[in-house]
C-alpha cells in the first residue's frame, strides 16, 4: 500500500497543496541486494534500447509535434525522463553535478545522466539509507524503483503520441 498526497510550502499534508509525494512502499526501506542492482540495471538497459528504438527514425517535426490535452512534445518527454533521473539520484545526493550542468542537447543529457545512475547503484548494494528530502521519503530502492517505472512509463506515453500522429 501507498499513499499520495499534496504538501505545501511547510510540509503540512494538505488537499491543495503544492507538491505532490508520490508512493514510498514499506518495501521501499530494504537494501538492495546484488541482484536488485543487477537486474535493476538490465531492466533501465532494455528499457532504454526501447525508448531509444521508439524515436530513433523521428524526424524533427514530429519530434517537436504538439498534441491537443498533452504537456509535452515527444522530445519535451524525452528531456523530461532525463531530467527526472538527475532528480531522482539528487534525492540521495548522488546526481553527480548540477542540474545546470547537464547537456543542453537532449540525447546527450539523457545519456550523462543515465552513465551516472549506472555508476552510482553498485555501490547502493546494501547500503541502509532512507531520507526525508522536501517532504519526501527516498531510499536506494525507492530511486531504482522510480527510474525504472517512470521511463517504462513515458516510453507508452510516447508510443500513444506516435499512434495519434
Given at each position: ?117 549506472e555508476k552510482v547503484l553498485p555501490d547502493l548494494e546494501g547500503v ?38
Amino acid at each position: 500500500m501507498w499513499e499520495v498526497y499534496n504538501i505545501d510550502s511547510d510540509y503540512n499534508a494538505t488537499p491543495d497543496g503544492e507538491y505532490e509525494v508520490n508512493a514510498w512502499f514499506r518495501h521501499d526501506w530494504k537494501p538492495l541486494t546484488r541482484v536488485d542492482v543487477r537486474r535493476g540495471l538490465q531492466v533501465l538497459s532494455f528499457a532504454r534500447a526501447d525508448l531509444l528504438e521508439s524515436v530513433k527514425d523521428l524526424p524533427g517535426e514530429i519530434l517537436e509535434r504538439t498534441y491537443p490535452q498533452e504537456r509535452w512534445s515527444i522530445h519535451g518527454i524525452l528531456g523530461h525522463i532525463a531530467k527526472a533521473e538527475w532528480w531522482y539520484l539528487d534525492r540521495l545526493e548522488m546526481a553527480g553535478s548540477a542540474r545546470g550542468s547537464l547537456p543542453q542537447e537532449t540525447f546527450e543529457m539523457l545519456a550523462a545522466v543515465r552513465t551516472q545512475l549506472e555508476k552510482v547503484l553498485p555501490d547502493l548494494e546494501g547500503v541502509e539509507m532512507v531520507r526525508g528530502v522536501q517532504g519526501e521519503i527516498w531510499s536506494p530502492r525507492k530511486l531504482l524503483r522510480r527510474a525504472i517505472w517512470h521511463e517504462l512509463d513515458h516510453i507508452e506515453h510516447i508510443r500513444k503520441l506516435l499512434a495519434m500522429s
